[in-house]
């Protein structure tokens, strides 16, 4: 199972960018994603907010804001507060760096 990822146009939130993260729906997924985002581009995490029915990781990088989510419906997901062109593109490139990194991992602790 490859963990993979599809961009998505959110008209519910004023046409916000975001990418769903398929096959990782865990609901602590998301910290394990939040540590690659730190580890690998020296990200800053805040503390995870816990709501009812979902949870939010806010990632820092100068100016830049990522809103790391979990929610029961859906699984995990990441957006850009930012939605200029230039950092979607850029989240778009760690997202598949942090993806391989993942699925590199999950690989290795596979039992033939």
């Known amino acids: 199972m490859e963990i993979t990822y599809k961009k998505h146009t959110n008209a519910e ?20 994603l939040a540590k690659i985002f730190c580890k690998e581009f020296g990200m800053l995490q805040e503390k995870k907010i ?37 950092t979607l593109d850029i989240l778009e490139q760690r997202l598949k760096v942090v993806l391989k990194i993942l699925n590199e991992k999950l690989k290795e602790s596979q039992f033939d």
């Open 13 to 32: 939130r004023n046409n916000r960018i975001e990418f769903l993260i398929i096959n990782w729906d865990y609901e602590d997924g998301g910290d394990y």
């Open 50 to 86: 816990d709501y009812i029915f979902f949870s939010v990781i806010k990632l820092h990088l100068d100016e830049i804001t990522y809103d790391l989510l979990w929610h029961e419906d859906f699984g995990n997901m990441i957006y850009s507060i930012q939605q200029d062109k230039e």
